[in-house]
């Protein structure tokens, strides 16, 4: 196991953890700060990536692994299904939800939707490279050199993200969201956000591992963001009270259960698409 390695992925790691809670704080002493939009949460978004960076320059290592170059030869169905998987998935939640009545969608118009969606797809484009280049681009590909089980890597970088997110449960978000998609604590919430965290780990390193590229899981994470956030906390559904832990659009089991059986499939993907390629390296090898 290279010590150096380990070494820069603790750094990191601190530095992620502890970053939001600087933001809180600077935010603390300053005068009113915008709810949801305060200069402390805008240290607490870059601050990541900052910090991958520094780390790659001080220690010379390349960027090369971090996934920056859209690799499109050969991928572009997974740029494809970067853009489709959150549409279906919650489409056929809704489906799910409208069959059980567990879902209202009486409410739903679909042309102020499509408004509030094309509307928050850029800001969400910058704000998820930040986000996907410090957690797949960076930590998922240091920890890939350590040879770990998947399993590890993904509960690894699903913890590291989901501590990353506390401040922001904790503090950031409006209450009034967390309502909006939840009527439970914050406290609460951040138990129910991390059981999210993981099922969504699996699908994003996966697509960043099949692709060597972190630009399918910005385009995965922005279309998320700007698909089920307003659907939900914008009140375009509504969810029966007491069914949001199981049909919520964002946080519901089966929609986790569900994100985590499309993880395994690109997984599957990928580790038979390895298989043959060795087989068929041997082969040539062997002639």
């Known amino acids: 196991m290279n010590k150096k390695t380990v070494l820069n992925i603790g750094i990191f790691i601190f530095v992620v953890i502890i970053c939001g809670w600087i933001g809180v704080l600077i935010d603390s002493v300053l005068p009113a700060q915008p709810e949801g939009d305060s200069l402390g949460m805008g240290i607490w978004l870059i601050l990541p990536l900052l910090t991958a960076f520094i780390i790659i320059l001080f220690s010379k290592a390349s960027r090369q692994g971090l996934g920056l170059k859209p690799n499109f030869k050969g991928n572009m169905k997974w740029y494809m299904v970067s853009v489709i998987i959150f549409p279906v998935v919650t489409v056929i939640v809704l489906l799910i939800g409208a069959a059980t009545n567990w879902i ?50 993904y509960l690894i970088v699903a913890c590291v993200w989901g501590l990353w997110h506390l401040p922001y449960y904790l503090v950031f978000l409006p209450e009034a969201d967390i309502r909006a998609v939840m009527p439970v604590s914050r406290a609460v919430y951040v138990v129910v956000a991390f059981t999210t965290f993981l099922s969504w780990t699996v699908m994003f390193t996966e697509l960043f591992r099949v692709t060597n590229s972190v630009w399918p899981c910005v385009i995965l994470h922005t279309v998320e963001d700007s698909l089920i956030n307003p659907l939900v906390i914008s009140g375009f559904i509504s969810i029966a009270a007491g069914r949001e832990i199981l049909i919520s659009p964002i946080n519901g089991v089966i929609t986790s259960i569900i994100y985590l059986a499309v993880g395994m499939g690109i997984r599957t993907y990928r580790t038979q698409s390895n298989k043959a390629d060795k087989s068929i390296l041997l082969s040539v090898c062997n002639h």
Do not use: C, H, M, P
Not at 131 to 139: D, K
């Open 104 to 153: 209202d969608l009486s409410a739903f118009n679909s042309k102020s939707f499509i408004l509030a969606f094309y509307s928050t797809l850029l800001i969400n484009f910058v704000i998820n490279f930040f986000e996907e280049t410090a957690w797949r681009g960076y930590l998922t590909s240091q920890l890939v050199k350590l040879s770990l089980s998947d399993l590890k890597l």
